[in-house]
């Protein structure tokens, strides 16, 4: 502002012939003309046709098994869940399926939840992150988001605090195949490293402890959630390493879904050993399952999810065959416009009259 | 008419003196009501001022009010003859008098007051008021009473209500907001009662999951709960940022206009100014524009630009093509020219050289016959003060061309011929009026001879033509149809010789009429007429009202742009039709003009109801192909004046005189009216062809402004191609443009420059004032400013075009943008429960309005382009999608949020439908809430900034910036937000830790997002292409042929454009077309009274004349007349009135009688002690048929009657007149000033007062004037 002040003349209060202020700024202005549109449709469709074509044969490499268990074989199970005061009893059933055509590569072991509402707001909300990851105070003091699974009865505080922890699936699976000339074999899940890298380094961590503490003493003065049978600091009997806050699959369950029908990990397959270095030969197998987890009283389903996996994931049909449909409806908006272009169009011809 | 009582603070008006002995110069901020002002010449008088004295002698002074009404002739005041006596400050510093006065009102042409001082009272009349806006001419210094003061003062008074101006887009806006809530009600209603029935049939199964709040354990609470909840997640539908960001973008235009170097005036140095900054985009809608005359078409400089001699034309008839002429140098010519007098042809002057007899008559014609005063403070310095600057150029061209006027005395005329000093004694002044259109001088040159000269309307002028002249005529007015049709200024140029007895005879006559009793004037106009016969042509002038650079091209640009524009002035009607031929508003191949000037509701109903069957005619006519017929019809209807005069009877114009003076004549009796005709409906009003237009004059247009027949009114005028007002009041400009506004729904622009066009700025949409010019009231009022109207092409056709298209664009998208954001969560309602669940994180929620969406769809709010600036103005046509409101509407709105709710569905689903299914590379699925709102957000802002992409036309650096910088901004606060260290802070704000990462680096997702986004562009690429392919709009078009143009990098000819600018292009050739029309360019502004202001001697200088022989010709006063002139319906003269009701005399228009003269008197005066309120005028009725002369003798008689302590007064008064005689002695009579007073401002008391004492109330008053006359 100085220098146009320090002007003098007639001209003192011109403005200046800068391009900005005379919006002269020097521009691209593009149009849609028919030489970049139409063929931009084209390129667009042929692509999609390509994308779609790729991502199709891809998924029918890939194999997928689906195992409703909520009633069937285990219709005696289901049916005692659904009185509350059983609730501590086991109970276990066995489910058997055969494979046709073997699950080459990695096979991944999911189980499913329908109707299961993970995604209410409120339910989500009633967690405490500060707690998960390990801060003394929120372990002693969990968030009030936790409502109603703040404290038990008896007034301790409920670690890990709120209705997502509490509703913790709890069904556990044992996979046999039955190797047609010798006794069932377990096939071996793969129960760690199933989690996100920063879920499992990040987000959930166990409180700080001193190396003469163990998981216990750590926890020690909070209560187990509502509708756990063991504490949290035990979750796992087999690795010390894998209980507490960093438990995988409690991790996993704590990843809420989006969804109210979804999967979750629960395991892979450890292709150490044979007959499954290769994935899961084909045959007979059989589940067993500590059937604990009620989904009766919500009109809900539970199911088993075998499958391998390809560079973009599971067995996902809706991709492909999507790409496939844009890829057909572009081409045949393309054909129109251009026909349209061709018989009644006035680009062009308009114009350049 | 009534006074009021006041109450004290204005009644009792203290008078305070501004510190005297030594004038303080204060801001007029600082004045107040009493206070007493000096006023020097030039000055700009800001407070309605009562003038005490003046430097020039009896207390005159001049003033030009163009400001107020436009008109640019001089006025005379006059101050009482008390107070100017007092001159000199130490004087007036012991003034102490006291003002009663009506209070603050908006009559330009009225004042009502009374001056009490040393016990005794003076009327006070508009005749001794200064008005704020008025311009100081020609006095050198004057001192005033401060009345009125700030917004009491009559200009403001007329400013009318400052209004809260809003766009029209900003009323769409608050309309659609209000539907939006609307919709976001139903929407929450929807979604709650979602949640009531979720949460019986399912909810309630899963409580032992998720209990229900335990107070109200109840899904109808829960429900309850969930609207609210949704009110607020949905919210971000209702755009909060939409306003701010619409500030933004209009500050930035704002920005650019007054940035804008070809709105820069560097004669001026003036720079255009946005003075607002919510109005830009209502500049590109405008369709009706109301403009001043004087100042903004005009510079009101006269300059003397043509002239016929004898039958051969001067002037610049070269063709523009040739070379620029040289301006003549007089200097060596002629000692005493004027270096600022502009003349192109040479040939003039060598005719003037050579002495041809004829050209020597002409100027020397120009040097006499006017009513100009000079000044010449050293010798050779000559300074012409002029009544009217058309005069001014006249006599300025005679004295350049070697015919000097030199000095006048009331009988005298000096002037130097070809340096050769000459002195005519002035027999007499045939004064001008507006009936006689002409004025003429009778003189004797030194050699004796008498000879007449006059100068008037060609109309008038050309009938009173000795027959010889015949070709002559026929030549002279065929040079005079040439310069009407360029719009100049014309009058012919004749003269007389006159025998000594035909002198003598028409001398003795005259005096006859002067003294006649009743209709002096008439018998007066008719002894002029006697003489002013049988003259020899001598030529024509020219004189070219300048108008500003650039106006007829703007006009015709602007009319291109189907804009229409009314011309609203207070000045004369000949004045204003001029201008509109000059600057090619009118033309002489419109179809026809229409003039309303009744006086009655009747007869301007009838002329409106007559012009619209007319035109309906017509129109059918040319519809039919009867182009040649209506052709015939218009030359026909051309009379006179080139105009058809609306009503004969009614008319002001040319009718005939009258000469029996009846008291007023019968108005005309309505005639009896034809059966209305069916009234056309809107539509074929709307459908006229041909081109016409209506000239309106003020009274008429206050019967036209009347609630019955605005529409008859507006569908008439709005059917017309151009509008003239005329006359009319700073009132009455509001009052057209509110009722434009009220029935067209247009949106419209007043543009002016003075301070009567401030209530028109202030009341159209858009106020345009022109800065640079005297004065800052309209300035200050208005909403732009710049100083040139030429510039007003630029700031519609350029920057409001501009500004409309962007705000259309931004606020198609941002609608657009906000309801694919926010509708996502209503899909996702149906999927989580109802339960209020947001689909994104709640940072991306906070930032997307305002961090990853705002600054792209800002800088093309701010930047965008469809056509070059220079294409703009080039093809007009590109304005009317703004004034059709097209780019911006309820369907434009309801497409843009289908396209957004389109959006949104296509965002929802495909992410839902891939990720419920889809697992990452190493197995774990992908349909977790994180994961999904991840991919949500950023298919969202993906495909907003793609659509960015689609809408912007104009991709600067900045744009690029923006889009490139908010894809940017987007992902480095996700990953910022998702990061571990704000986590390990914050651990519950930021639990979508690693979320980001994880996601994005899955293929799946970004095949997602891709199918997502072609999905959601597709067929708005494709709609888009087909809508350009199809039904081209002409700005695609223009941008094609640029686009086109650029490639081949060489320019293809202006042959696209020719075609699509249309018709209306003025060629050149049809520009310089004289049409056959006999229309007469005489628009003479001067004003009646001055010839007798002259040969009074009343307006010379002591020093220039000796007082003691000065002879009144006239027993009448001059200013007299100028008063009557004040108050005869503004047919005549006097400025208009906005209500008619006022003239309490109400005198026909037509009759220029005398009648007027008493009848219309209004200067009361009470010698009641004051404070009574006293009935007005009301000893006029009787007294109308009383002529001024026998008002005195009558009331010398009578004043013996009056009884009572008014009787010393009225003596008091008497004796300082002491020279009251009347008679015919050669002299006339002899009047001091004092008389002259008496006869001005105080016959009427003296009658009054002799009646009324103090201790009678009204009706006495009334009674007893009856009987004293």
Known sequence: MGKVKGKLGPLARRPDNSAFKQQRLPAWSPMLTANTVLPFFYIMALICLLLGVWLLLTVQSTREIKLDYTVGPCDKCHEKRKNVTSAAEDCKCTVEFTIEKRFKGDVFFYYGLKNFHQNLRRYMDSRDDGQMVGRKNNLKNPSSYCKPFVRDQSGLPIAPCGAVANSIFNDSFTLMYHEPSSTPVKVPLLRRGITWYTDKNVKFRNPKMNSSMNLAQVFEGTAKPLYWKKPVYDLDPLDQNNNGFINDDLIIWMREAAFPNFKKLYGVLHRAKKPFTGGLPAGNYSIDISYNFPVQPFQGRKEIVLTTLTWFGGQNHFLPIAYLVTSSLILLIAIALTVVWCKFGKNGKNMEE | MTFFKFPCEFMCLPLFLLCWLSLQNEKWMNVRVGDIIKLENNQFVAADLLLLSSSEPHGLCYIETAELDGETNMKVRQSVSVTSELGDPNNLSSFDGEVVCEPPNNKLDRFCGTLYWRDKKYTLNNQNMLLRGCVLRNTEACYGLVIFAGPDTKLMQNSGRTKFKRTSIDRLMNTLVLWIFGFLVCMCVILAVGNAVWEREVGSLFQSYLPWDPPVDNFLFNAFLSFWSYVIILNTVVPISLYVSVEVIRLGHSYFINWDQQMFCSQCNTAAEARTTTLNEELGQVEYIFSDKTGTLTQNIMSFNKCSINGSTYGEGTDPLGPQPKRLDFTHFNPLADLDFCFYDDTLLESVKVGDPHTHEFFRLLSLCHTVMSEEKSEGELVYKAQSPDEGALVTAARNFGFVFRSRTPDTITTTEMGRPVTYSLLGILDFNNIRKRMSVIVRNPEGRIRLYCKGADTVLLERLHPCNQELMNITSEH?????????????????????????????????????????????????????????????????????????????????????????????????????????????????????SGHTVQSVRQELRRAKERMIELSRSTDGGKEAGMEGWGEARFTGNGVREGQEEGGGGGGEKQLHCSSPPPPPPPPPLPPPPPPPSSNVMDSISGEFALIINGHSLAHALEADMETEFVSTACACKAVICCRVTPLQKAQVVELIKKHKRAVTLAIGDGANDVSMIKSAHIGVGISGQEGIQAVLSSDYSFS??????????????????????????????????????????????????????????????????????????????????????????????????????????????????????????????????????????????????????????????????????????????????????????????????????????????????????????????????????????????????????????????????????????????????????????????????????????????????????????????????????????????????????????????????????????????????????????????????????????????????????????????????????????????????????????????????????????????????????????????????
């Open chain 2, 480 to 596: 005079l149809n040439e310069y009407a049709a360029d719009g100049l200024r014309t009058l012919a140029l004749a003269y007389r010789d006159l025998s000594e007895g035909e002198w003598e005879a028409w001398s003795e006559s005259h005096r006859c009429a002067g003294k006649a009793a009743n209709c002096r004037e008439d018998h007066l106009a008719v002894t002029y007429e006697q003489i002013e016969q049988d003259m020899m042509l001598l030529g024509a002038t020219a004189i070219e009202d300048k108008l500003q650079e650039g106006v007829p091209e703007t006009i015709a640009v602007l009319s291109l742009a189907n804009i229409k524009i009314w011309v609203l002035t207070g000045d004369k009607q000949e004045t204003a039709v001029n201008i509109g031929y000059s600057c090619k508003m009118l033309t002489d191949d419109m179809t026809e003009v229409f003039i309303i």
């Open chain 2, 788 to 1269: 040139q109207f030429r510039f007003l092409q630029r700031l519609l056709l350029v920057h409001g075009r501009w500004s409309y298209l962007r705000m259309c664009r931004f606020l198609c998208y941002f609608f657009y943008k906000n309801f694919a954001f926010t509708m996502v969560h209503f899909w996702f309602g149906f999927f989580c429960g109802f339960s209020a669940q947001t689909v994104y994180d709640q940072y991306f929620i906070t930032l997307f309005n305002i961090v990853y969406t705002s600054l792209p769809v800002l800088a093309m709010g701010i930047f965008d382009q469809d056509v070059p600036d220079h294409r703009s103005l080039e093809y007009p046509k590109l304005y009317e999608p703004g004034q059709l409101n097209l780019l911006f509407n309820k369907k434009e709105f309801f497409i843009c949020i289908t396209q957004g709710i389109y959006t949104s569905v296509v965002l929802f689903f495909v992410t839902y439908a891939v990720l419920s299914d889809a697992t990452q590379s190493n197995g774990v699925p992908l349909a977790d809430y994180q994961t999904f709102a991840v991919t949500t957000a950023t298919a969202l802002v993906i495909v907003v900034s793609v659509q960015i992409t689609l809408d912007t036309g104009f991709w600067t650096v900045i744009n690029h910036v923006f889009v490139w910088g908010s894809l940017g901004s987007f992902f480095t606060i996700m990953f910022a937000l998702h990061s571990q260290a704000l986590f390990r802070i914050f651990p519950s704000q930021f639990h979508f830790v690693g979320s980001a990462q994880s996601t994005l680096l899955q293929p799946v997702v970004w095949l997602t997002i891709a199918m997502a986004t072609a999905i959601c562009i597709v067929p708005v690429l494709a709609f888009r292409f087909l809508k350009l392919d199809l039904k081209p709009q002409l700005s695609d078009t223009v941008r094609y042929t640029q686009l086109v143009r650029q490639k081949k990098r060489k320019p293809v000819g202006r042959s696209v454009g020719d075609a699509w600018r249309g018709v209306g292009s003025m060629s050149e050739g049809r520009l310089g077309a004289r049409g056959g029309s006999r229309r007469s360019g005489y628009a003479f502004a001067h004003q009646e009274g001055f010839g007798e202001l002259i040969t009074s001697g009343k307006n010379m200088r002591l020093s220039s004349m000796a007082l003691a022989n000065f002879a009144s010709r006239h027993s009448s006063s001059w200013i007299d007349t100028l008063r009557r002139k004040k108050h005869t319906p503004p047919s005549t003269s006097g400025e208009c009135s906005p209500a008619p009701s006022c003239v309490s005399g109400s005198a026909p228009p037509l009759s220029n009688s005398s009648s007027v003269l008493g009848g219309s008197q209004d200067t009361p005066i009470e010698e009641e002690t004051g404070a009574a309120p006293t009935q007005h005028a009301q000893s006029v009725p009787t007294s109308s048929t009383q002529s001024s002369q026998f008002v005195t003798p009558e009331s010398e008689p009578a004043a013996p009657q009056g009884q009572g302590h008014a009787q010393a007064v009225s003596a008091g008064v008497f004796s300082s007149s002491p020279l009251r005689c009347h008679g015919d002695s050669a002299g006339g009579w002899m009047l001091t000033l004092s008389a002259v007073q008496e006869a001005l401002f105080g016959w009427k008391s003296i009658s009054a007062r002799t009646t009324a004492s103090s201790s009678q109330g009204l009706p006495s008053v009334a009674k007893e004037t009856s009987h004293v006359e």
